[in-house]
């Protein structure tokens, strides 16, 4: 696992939270990363834009394509780091699912 504090650090507004889910918006300026971290709950990545993401886990890194609109699935449990590797600001929105 890789850290590196010199990154920036990804804004998260919690946008509604109820009994079935929270909705976070998360924004990235080039090169800011979420901090290491564990979903506790499966969760779906709704992408606001086009652009490249990368994944940092304890095994490999992932670049991910993303476009805007296109949402995927993710399970609980993996020990992650997101960074944007973009030259400009980049967001999503997550919903995780109680």
């Given at each position: 696992?890789?850290?590196?504090?010199?990154?920036?650090?990804a804004i998260k507004v919690k946008q509604f939270k109820?009994?079935?889910?929270?909705?976070?918006?998360?924004?990235?300026?080039?090169?800011?990363?979420?901090?290491?971290h564990k979903h506790?709950?499966?969760?779906v990545i709704v992408p606001g834009m086009n652009g490249n993401l990368l994944l940092e886990t304890k095994?490999?890194?992932?670049?991910?394509?993303?476009?805007?609109?296109?949402?995927?699935?993710?399970?609980?449990?993996?020990?992650h780091n997101v960074v944007n590797p973009n030259d400009f600001d980049f967001y999503f929105v997550e919903v995780e699912l109680r």
């Open positions: 696992m890789r850290t590196n504090t010199n990154r920036p650090k109820n009994k079935r889910v929270i909705v976070t918006k998360w924004r990235f300026e080039p090169g800011a990363e979420s901090g290491w506790a709950l499966d969760y095994k490999h890194d992932k670049q991910m394509t993303l476009t805007a609109g296109e949402s995927y699935f993710k399970s609980a449990g993996v020990k």
